[in-house]
């Protein structure tokens, strides 16, 4: 009885197995591909494919394995490189499109290459959503219908900086940037925001590829609050120069972008002639802004992990002993969640389809009937994943905290966060100033008052008033005595005018050490005009009366004897 039992536990646990196998592979065989297009830059400005790619491969196997989401299609992805170049992105994009099978959606990093991209979809009825595209450019409507970003957009940063300026009562602020739209649309919306926070952009430069010229403007107009906004490799180029210009210490404060690696100004970059060590002494100190890309706490997200299990799992994939050099390794939670947002999306779609007696493989680059759905479908897609609560404002942009770093000895510190929908600033008060305390905006201009010396100008005077005595006895003698023959001779009326113009020269002399000190600064303009006068005439009577006398003798001893008489 007991052998029988046991027999026919077995059998029940074959057959069991066997159905759930046949089952399973039917339901493999039902199984639809539904393919989303992706493009990724592994190297250039931002190499953000390489942590990036890796994590929206992890959670594409997720998304797979979850059998409530899109339980009759599985998820797969075509994807090329775009190096971060513009060009070469929206070939990739033409390969994606042309190249069967159909992609229902297109995946996307690094600005510059999403803005062509999600230009150029739209054509397509393509939903393009991007998980690395910072460009506050990107938020416009009317230019990018179709676009979606789990990534922030970098305008997220400037609220956080005017509340630093205003902490360290900062007035004068100095910006260069990257002559790319992704920047000068973020100069732009900080230059409004400082404006009306009584702050000035005192200083603007930007630089196509070699930031010299710029940094050096910087330095000459006394820029010392400087805010730079550039892509990782010029991050390199502008350091090094800042290095020679010697544009870094307790004078200078610079804000950067914070989503470059840790260690970025270590990679090897043959574009400078500056060493790793050079740029971590020009670039201590400075500060980052960067969003909080990573949820904060250990509550398990929608894919069922925490976030130290999806660092975890990542790290794995990555083979790399040093995650702090790897490319997008900060963006890699929005590329994953921008994984999953896709899909709660599709799979919302394919219910209201259903509905339609419609499917998601019905797909079609010249039907907007689906995009349609797609679209409202991610507007309305709501989510906890690794990078936060994931939502899509009516720009189809994210709000999220931002995190100030500052980095002291080549690694960065947090010093404090700014809540944008609560307007809620902290700081932590742990910064560290090269000079001990935050240095001046500009230059400081104390006036001093700079006087004559006392005992100088009582000296200066007692000598002129014995040159006026003396002035005055010889006018004396000449007047009482002009009737001598010897002194008539000498022509005693010019002797005296030379005399007058002596004695006021040295009038002047009290007139000219007249400063704040002994009168009102009021009568300076009346004052001024008397000693010009004064010396003026002076010299006119001492020079012209000893001129017309040299004159005279000249004349004497150049004339015949008869004309003499
Ligand atoms: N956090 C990376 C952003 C890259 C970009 O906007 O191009």
């Given amino acids: 009885m007991k052998r029988n039992g046991i027999l026919s536990g077995r059998f029940l646990l074959i057959s069991g197995l066997s159905l759930l196998y046949i089952c399973q592979r039917g339901r493999g065989k039902k199984m639809k591909n539904l393919t989303i297009g992706g493009i990724f830059p592994m190297s250039g400005s931002w190499a953000g494919g390489e942590a990036c790619l890796p994590a929206v491969k992890m959670a594409l196997e997720d998304v797979n394995n979850h059998s409530d989401i899109l339980s009759s299609f599985r998820l797969h992805m075509e994807y090329n490189d775009s190096k971060c170049m513009p060009g070469l992105g929206t070939k990739v994009l033409y ?3 042309y190249k069967p099978p159909k992609k229902i959606m297109v995946l996307t990093g690094c600005s510059i290459v999403s803005t062509f991209v999600a230009q150029a979809a739209k054509m397509w009825n393509l939903i393009v959503l991007a998980y690395g595209s910072s460009s506050p450019a990107l938020s416009n409507r009317a230019r990018f219908p179709t676009f979606f970003r789990t990534h922030p957009s970098a305008t997220l940063h400037n609220p956080t900086r005017v509340r630093i300026f205003e902490k360290f009562s900062w007035k004068r602020i100095a910006t260069i940037q990257e002559t790319q739209e992704v920047f000068t649309s973020t100069v732009e919306d900080l230059e409004e925001r400082v404006k009306r926070a009584g702050i000035e952009v005192a200083v603007r430069q930007n ?18 609050i400087i805010i730079g906004v550039f892509y990782e490799d010029m991050a390199r180029r502008v350091f090094c ?3 020679k210009e010697k544009l870094y210490g307790k004078k200078y404060v610079w804000f950067i972008i914070g989503w470059y690696p840790d260690n970025w100004y270590k990679v090897a970059d043959s574009t400078i002639n500056c060493t790793a060590d050079q740029l971590r002494e020009a670039l201590e100190g400075h500060f980052t802004t960067e969003a909080v890309l990573l949820h904060q706490g250990s509550t398990p997200t929608i894919s069922g992990m925490n976030t130290t299990v999806f660092k975890h799992r990542l790290n794995e994939r990555l083979h790399a002993p040093d995650t702090s050099q790897v490319g997008g390794y900060p963006e890699s939670p929005l590329a994953y969640d921008a994984v999953w947002a896709l899909a709660l999306a599709l799979n919302k779609t394919q219910e209201r389809l259903e509905e339609r007696n419609m499917s998601l493989d019905e797909f079609d680059y010249s039907n907007q009937d689906i995009t349609k759905e797609i679209y409202t479908a991610m507007n309305s897609t709501r989510f906890l994943g690794v990078s936060g609560n994931v939502a899509f404002s009516s720009q189809g942009d994210r709000i999220m905290w931002t995190q100030v770093e500052q980095m002291i000895n080549g690694t960065y510190y947090k010093r404090g966060y700014y809540d944008n929908n609560s307007d809620n600033f902290t700081w932590f008060g742990t910064e560290i100033w090269a000079g001990g305390k935050p240095p001046p905006d500009q230059t400081l201009q104390v006036p001093v ?11 200066m005077c007692g000598l002129a008033v014995v040159g006026i005595i003396a002035g005055i006895c010889c006018m004396i003698f000449n007047i009482t005595n002009k009737t001598r023959r010897c002194i008539a001779y000498s022509q005693p009326n010019i002797n005296n005018i030379v005399l007058l113009g002596c004695i006021i020269c040295l009038l002047y002399v009290f007139l000219l050490g007249l400063d704040e000190q002994f009168v009102s600064p009021d009568i300076y303009p009346e004052l001024c005009q008397l000693r010009t006068w004064l010396i003026a005439t002076g010299f006119s009577l001492g020079y012209g009366g000893m001129f017309s006398k040299i004159w005279t003798v000249h004349r004497l001893t150049t004339m015949r004897k008869k004309d003499k008489r």
Wanted: charged letters at 25%; hydrophobic letters at 45%.
């Fill in 95 to 97: 390969e994606l499109l």
């Fill in 207 to 224: 630089f196509l590829t070699d930031p010299t010229n710029a940094v050096r403007n910087l330095k000459r107009q006394d820029a010392r």
């Fill in 241 to 243: 120069q800042a290095y």
């Fill in 449 to 459: 008052l700079r006087v004559i010396s006392q005992g100088l100008f009582f000296s």
